[in-house]
């Protein structure tokens, strides 16, 4: 019962990582014209937000002791990654 109980923690950041990569990938959307036209609300940028918080909070306050800063140090590396992914696009985007 007590092993279940381990790997069930275990999973729970997992998952909000998972929670961060998907909600920054669905505010990313927010730079591609077909999604949202130059002019319109952002709204997936709001919505991208909603997924990625939760995901943050479950991935950082369900790990305990000094895993918290390794944690912390991942939700940045990912965080970092998008902003390169989002650089190369607009890069791109305004190139042509």
Known sequence: MHQNVQMAESKLPRIGYFFCVLGLGVAMLSLLP????????????????????PGAFLAFFL???????????????IRLGFIA????????IFRA
């Open 85 to 92: 992914i989002m650089a190369i696009l607009m890069i791109i």
């Open 63 to 77: 790990t305990k002791g000094k895993d918290r800063n390794k944690v912390f140090n991942q939700l940045r590396f």
């Open 34 to 53: 077909g999604i949202v036209p130059p002019g319109d609300f952002p709204w997936p940028i709001f919505v991208g937000s909603a997924i990625y918080f």
